[in-house]
Nanobody
Framework: QLQLVESGGGLVQPGGSLRLSCAAS????????IGWFRQAPGKEREGVAY????????HYADSVKERFTISRDNANNLVYLQMNSLKPEDTAVYYC???????????????WGQGTQVTVSS
């Protein structure tokens, strides 16, 4: 199984920004579609954004459009999630995942990181 590691989470005030990173060892991320997902307490895991391997196209959940940006840094084998204008409802554990089918559904991604906590609170 592919190993992914997320970093960059933390506590931020509403309206603030964070940048999450997704790193991989022993394989190159740009071969796979990479998705970011989140799970809040008592809720199902939901898709936030993904970026394709084929052409780098991106797709976002409606709740984060215009606020979040997913991008690749192929030279460093990283995928980022830049999160701006954060809201309390963005509070969740955020996961990155790798898959071969580009879709905003967790079921299409087979390899997952351990997650990083994002808390938006004043």
């Amino acid at each position: 199984q592919l190993q992914l590691v997320e970093s960059g989470g933390g506590l931020v005030q509403p309206g603030g920004s964070l940048r999450l990173s997704c790193a991989a060892s022993k394989f190159t991320l740009d071969y796979y579609n990479i998705g970011w997902f989140r799970q809040a307490p008592g809720k199902e895991r939901e898709g936030v954004a993904y970026i394709t391997s084929r052409d780098g196209s991106t797709h976002y959940a409606d709740s984060v459009k215009e606020r979040f940006t997913i991008s690749r840094d192929n030279a460093n084998n990283l995928v980022y999630l830049q999160m701006n204008s954060l809201k309390p409802e963005d509070t969740a554990v955020y996961y990155c995942a790798a898959g071969l089918i580009a879709a905003l559904s967790p079921s299409y991604f087979g390899s997952w990181g351990q997650g990083t906590q994002v808390t938006v609170s004043s």
